[in-house]
Each structure stands twice: as C-alpha cells, then as structure tokens.
C-alpha cells in the first residue's frame, strides 16, 4: 500500500512533480499580487494570496505585460513544482492583470513608464499621408470596426488599395498577432504609406491587449507612420499615446485618412469659381489699363501733333518770306551773265559790254551793259 511507501526527500520531490505535472501540467490562479521584487533586472518573485493561502511565484520579466506593484489582481498560468532546495512554488508561463481597476492601474504604472522614455513626445509623431494610396489595415475580418471601417472609407473617397493583417484584437493571442502585423507591413517589399489598428470599444479587459507594452513600443518604433483607433471615448490606450495619430472609432480613423469626395468636389469648383472671378477682373483691369495708355498716348500724339504743325506754319511763314517770286513782287529783280550762265551778285560781275539776262516777276528781258560804277565810286 502506498502509506507503506517510505521515500527518501529527494524521490518524493521527483514522484511528487511526476505527479503533479500528469495531473497539472499547467494552471490558472487569481489572486492579489503580494512582496512582489525584481531580482537582477531579471528575476521576478512574488506570492499570490486570497483571504485563507498564498502561493509563491517564479518568472522572468520578459514574461510580464510591463511594471506591476502588491495589490493588484492578477491571473498568472504557470507550471506547479516542487523545488529540492527552495520548496513549493509556481514557474510563471504568462501574467495579467485582471479586474477593471487592476488593468487600469497596471496601464497607469507602464504609462509613466514609457511616458519617461518619451515614447510618448510629440516630437515624434510623422505626419499622415492624405491621402494615402495604399493602406495596411491591422483588425479582425469579422469585426464591425473592419466593416465600419472600410465602408467609410469607400464612401468618402474610394480607390484606395486596403490590405488587411487578419488578426485577433483580444484575448492571450491579441499582443504577439497585432506585433507580427507591424513586423510584416514595416518588412512589407511593397510598403504601404500608413498602418491603421483597430477594433470596437469593450470592456477594460477586452482592450488590455492595446495596452501591451511591446505592442505599445512596436507602434512606437514602426518605420511607417501609424494610426491607431479603439472605439473607446472614454480611455486612451497606450498604443494610441504612442501612434502618429490616434482616432477615436474605426470610423472617425477613415474621415482623417482621406477628405470627403463631394466636400472635395464643390472645394474644387469653388476654387475654379475664385480662379475664373479673378481671371475675368484681370481682364478687365488689363482693358481699363489698355485704354487708359491709349487715352494717353492720343493725348500725346494730339499734342505732339499740335506742336509740329505750329511748327510748320511758323516754317512756312518762313519758306514764303524767302520766295523769289515774293522778293521780285517787291521790284527786286535777278541778273545772270548771258555768257557764263552765272548769276551777277555784284557789279564787279559784269563788264561793258557784257550782256546779260534781266528776270522780273513776271517775265525775263536781254540787255547790254554800256556803263557801270561801285558804291564805292559814288
């Protein structure tokens, strides 16, 4: 019988754990978190207790969803063993906390966490493409959000390429399915212009997923810009603070991402309206201009027109006061010496018995010099 079984420490350490590890290779415990400590940055010890017991835990940090302090309600999965040295206790497998007000409180411990790092600084937030080409959705393909989503995006503006990460938005597998969404669009050959999660409002447990602190810090660190909307009003998850851009439903996530198609239509006649107003008043200030310089240059050219021909009376008062035919109405009259065909200005042009050719105003007359004298000779 086994009552007659006398074991030695250590074989009852092993059948103990062979035991136990057949009966529960694996288990769940609620309970509030108590004499929590972190060991090297590295080891993590803590007990459970309820009212009556306490069990103690064992783990790593890399197995916590991020800071966590005594009080707070927390589910642990772990395997169950019988340690030869250090007595019973739990090997932690996963961590969270649970509750309403436990999940808040552990996303306000990694929040101030972060925000120390400045995961959280506007001095890193990339602007938005607007509107974007291509966009890689990151939400479940069953979900309204992926509906509600799409739909708006189509009705507003239309043609542009969607490709979706199907994944789960809650739950254990929620965090690594929404991080290795990331990891495939920022590694994506063809890479799209903005990444947008999202999901449905809930409770404060169906959302603690977005509020996972490697998540948060792949949304942080992704190489394309991202844009993160929980239809939660209330709360901001921690992958909100950390987006380029958060949005507060899986619709309002669309209405930023590209313009409304009718708003944008009437935008543009609007403008071709402003554009055609002002084209026309260039017209016609450029008519009025025109006219005016032509104005001016009439006026110049009426004037300029009146100078000269002022000017050309005065010069043909001048030409007529040096008409001939005016000086030889005067009984004036013009010599030319018959033989040499020269004009006689002078007396001492001529010589007795030079003939010469007398004109008059009215007619011309041949005589012979028989005598002449100078003034000089008078």
């Not at 108590?34 to 010890?45: E, G, I």
């Not at 506007?122 to 890689?136: Q, W």
């Not at 050219?301 to 001048?318: C, H, K, N, Q, T």
Request: hydrophobic residues 40%.
């Amino acid at each position: 019988m086994m009552n007659d079984i006398v074991f030695g420490v250590s074989d009852f350490v092993a059948v103990f754990n062979q035991t136990i590890e057949y009966a529960y290779p694996s288990i769940n415990i609620v309970g509030e978190l108590a004499n929590f400590r972190v060991s090297k940055n590295r080891w993590v010890y803590f007990d459970l207790k309820d009212d009556m017991s306490s069990v103690k835990f064992f783990g790593t940090v890399y197995q916590l969803p991020g800071p966590l302090e005594d009080g707070l309600m927390v589910q642990v999965t772990g395997v169950p063993r019988l340690h030869p040295q250090y007595g019973f206790s739990i090997s932690v497998q996963n961590l969270k906390p649970v509750g309403e007000g436990s999940i808040k409180r552990a996303s306000a411990l990694l929040e101030a966490k972060l925000r120390s790092e400045g995961l959280f600084d506007a001095s890193r937030k990339r602007l938005l493409p607007y509107p974007p080409a291509r966009i890689g959705l990151v939400t479940s393909a069953e979900s309204a959000a992926y509906h509600d989503f799409i739909k708006i995006l189509q009705e507003r503006w239309g043609g542009v390429e969607v490709e979706l990460a199907d994944v789960q938005v809650q739950g254990e597998k929620a965090p690594p399915q929404l991080i290795a969404a990331l990891d495939y669009f920022n590694s994506h050959n063809n890479p799209v212009e903005v990444i947008v999660i999202t999901r449905g409002g809930g409770s404060a447990e169906d959302l603690s997923a977005f509020n996972h602190e490697q998540l948060t810090r792949s949304v942080a660190t992704s190489r394309i810009p991202t844009l993160v909307a929980v239809g939660h009003e209330v709360d901001v998850s921690l992958a909100e603070l950390a987006a380029d851009r958060r949005a507060s439903t899986p619709s309002n996530a669309a209405q930023i991402l590209v313009p409304d198609k009718t708003n944008a239509i009437a935008d543009v006649r609007a403008s071709i309206e402003v554009m055609h107003n002002q084209v026309l008043s260039n017209i016609l200030m450029s008519k009025a201009c025109v006219y005016d310089n032509v104005s001016d240059i009439f006026q110049a050219l009426e004037g300029s027109l009146l100078v000269a021909s002022r000017d050309i009376l005065l010069l043909r008062s001048e030409v007529e006061a040096q008409n001939p035919a005016r000086i030889f109405g005067k009984g004036f009259a013009q010599i030319r010496n018959v033989a040499t065909n020269k004009l006689s200005k002078s007396v001492h042009d001529i010589q007795i018995g030079t003939e010469i050719e007398v004109r008059f105003v009215d007619g011309t007359a041949t005589a012979q010099i028989y005598s002449k004298s100078s003034v000089s000779d008078l």
